[in-house]
């Protein structure tokens, strides 16, 4: 079974500084997917980046990156230029590939509080 | 574009009732999954339907039960209902064969008294 490990319930930024939420899992996959979702006091899980484990590039989405790390089960997200909007529960997520296996493996999440 | 659209958004129910929770995937999709929230937790899987049928379905006991409708929209359905079923209910929408953008839902939050 896989396993996501998000170690830092909580952090805080200042506004317009860069912010790094850690994320490491554990599967004897080879092909999957990896997910940050955003989950702010509305609730709803939205999708803030995702990266595919066979393309060795780090993903990418404006303010948002990832360093993404096979060998070491490693996927963290980069939050540049912080906005208030920002502030929100963060969820780390694993899904294995191939077929129709779409069930998603969430950490616990890290609560990031963006600072004016 | 709609979105997934979840219903109710907030109900409460008393401990051995039974609950139904309602789901419309986000246009041209056609697969539904359905994960439980617990507070200050992350979401767990329950189960995922496609055309029409149970596909996988994570840990949880058989009074969780559900059904997909040939228009795709999706129930939850839990009976027997126990206080550490209270939780957010999400129910999530992807695509097949790829499936690798999942979209969610608000959630519908079911507290049980």
């Known amino acids: 079974a896989q396993t996501v490990t998000q170690s830092q319930p909580e952090m805080s930024v200042q506004e317009a500084e860069t912010v790094t939420l850690s994320c490491t899992y554990d599967?004897?996959?080879?092909?999957?997917?990896l997910f940050w979702y955003k989950q702010p006091p509305s609730r709803q899980m939205i999708l803030v980046i995702r990266?595919?484990?066979?393309?060795?590039q780090n993903a990418t989405e404006n303010r948002f990156s990832v360093n993404f790390q096979k060998a070491a089960k490693s996927f963290s997200l980069k939050i540049s230029d912080s906005q208030l909007g920002d502030t929100a529960m963060y969820f780390c997520?694993?899904?294995?590939?191939?077929?129709?296996?779409?069930?998603?493996?969430f950490g616990k999440g890290t609560l990031l509080t963006v600072n004016p | 574009d709609a979105g997934v659209t979840q219903s109710p958004t907030h109900l409460i129910k008393t401990r051995g009732q039974q609950v139904t929770l309602r789901c419309s995937p986000k246009?041209?999709?056609?697969?539904v999954s359905w994960y439980q929230q617990a507070l200050g937790q992350g979401p767990q899987f329950i189960f995922q339907?496609?055309?029409?049928?149970?596909?996988q379905r994570g840990n949880f006991p058989d009074r969780f039960s559900g059904h997909q409708f040939p228009n795709y929209s999706s129930e939850l359905n839990v009976n027997a209902l126990l206080l550490g079923d209270s939780a957010l209910y999400l129910c999530?929408?992807?695509?097949?064969?790829?499936?690798?953008?999942?979209?969610f839902g608000e959630g519908s939050w079911l507290t049980v008294v």
């Open positions: 599967t004897s996959e080879n092909n999957y997917y």
């Open positions: 997520a694993f899904m294995r590939g191939g077929g129709s296996n779409y069930k998603l493996t």
């Open positions: 999530a929408s992807s695509l097949a064969p790829t499936g690798n953008t999942i979209y």
């Open positions: 339907y496609y055309e029409e049928e149970e596909r």
């Open positions: 246009s041209g999709h056609d697969t």
């Open positions: 990266q595919e484990a066979y393309k060795q």
